[in-house]
């Protein structure tokens, strides 16, 4: 199937097919007149992707996968440890960077009353 059947069929926007392409996510052949050819089994590949996208993974993480990514609906399958440990790894990931922008947000308020303490005095 051409690149924007595989869009359609997804929702993944063709640019979006290029980059998993570019990852090594997904493969296609090309025609003779230049166009992509995705197989059938790019669409379980885009929806596990986008799936995992949209759980918060980043594209370095989804390429941790495995072949599961490639062969199983990742919503209908039978949880991996590996995945778990993935998961936790991302939640750790994401406490630390709000444990950061929580500090960095009591810094500007204390910064900005300090400053409008000093305008007003």
Known sequence: ???????????????????????????????????????????????????????????????QVGDCLFHEDLSQAEVCDHIIALYERRISSVESHLAAVVDTRARLSAELETLKEQRTT
């Open 1 to 63: 199937m051409r690149i924007g059947e595989l869009s359609r069929l997804t929702g993944a926007s063709p640019r979006s097919l290029r980059y998993y392409e570019q990852q090594g996510l997904i493969s296609s052949d090309r025609r003779d007149n230049g166009y992509r050819d995705y197989g059938d089994d790019a669409v379980l590949v885009v929806r596990n992707v986008r799936a995992l996208l949209a759980a918060g993974l980043t594209m370095a993480e989804i390429s």
